[in-house]
């Protein structure tokens, strides 16, 4: 199953409502996860089917969708959010990820 | 604390194997469904390899089938991911991650990553 991301990069800045689309290429339910990743560091997942929020992750990152089209949405944007984003479909077995969204100040 | 610690990586020429060592803590590791993802440099995460509990499935990706071998050791608390025929196409930081447990399927959990270089 291909997962593509739009738009990348996005350029924000801090305070802004940003919108990051991932679109898969079949159907996959609700089995999508969107990771965050810092240079240099390992990713880290913020939401797990499409739109629950993993625990101790800030309540400004939100995410929706079924089905093939998917969003995560970051309400405010701060100043560490400033990262690359990463959808994955585990609805199917490999597990791909989206080609990813660098988020620019 | 779940700590996930891989070693293993380094320089080692085409055609060469590398053993990589993913060590668990904090958590019940037999209990916990196992993966290997990796970044080549510049660019996004692929995943590669998977390991049930209890060993009964194996998965890995057409990029590395027939050349990676996942396995691992409870009594130990480790994963492992045995890499022969290496190319340059496999240099890339090697992550461990832990599979979520639930109706949901994630990785919850990933380790800093060990960077394997292929090349002469």
């Known amino acids: 199953i291909q997962m593509t991301q739009s738009p990348s990069p996005l350029s924000a800045s801090v305070g802004d409502r940003v919108t990051i689309t991932c679109r898969a290429s079949q159907s996959i339910s609700n089995h999508l996860n969107w990771y965050q990743q810092k240079p240099g560091k390992a990713p880290k997942v913020l939401i797990y089917?499409?739109?629950n929020l993993q625990s101790g992750v800030p309540s400004r990152f939100s995410g929706s969708g079924s089905g093939t089209d998917f969003t995560l949405t970051i309400s405010s944007l701060q100043p560490e959010d400033f990262a690359t984003y990463y959808c994955?479909?585990?609805?199917?077995?490999?597990?791909?990820f989206g080609q990813g969204t660098k988020l620019e100040i | 604390e779940v700590q996930l610690l891989e070693s293993g990586g380094g320089l080692v020429q085409p055609g060469g194997s590398l053993r990589l060592s993913c060590a668990a803590s904090?958590?019940?590791?037999?209990?916990?469904?196992m993966a290997w993802v990796r970044q080549a440099p510049g660019k996004g995460l692929e995943w590669i390899s998977y390991i049930s509990t209890s060993v009964t499935i194996k998965s890995h990706a057409d990029s590395v089938k027939g050349r990676f071998t996942i396995f691992r050791d409870d009594a130990k608390s480790s994963l492992y991911l045995q890499m022969n025929s290496l190319t340059a196409e496999d240099t890339a930081v090697y992550y461990c991650a832990r599979g979520s447990q639930g109706s949901s399927y994630y990785f919850d959990y990933w380790g800093q990553g060990t960077l394997v270089t292929v090349s002469s």
């Open positions: 904090g958590f019940k590791f037999s209990s916990y469904e």
């Open positions: 089917a499409a739109s």
């Open positions: 994955q479909q585990t609805y199917r077995t490999p597990p791909t």
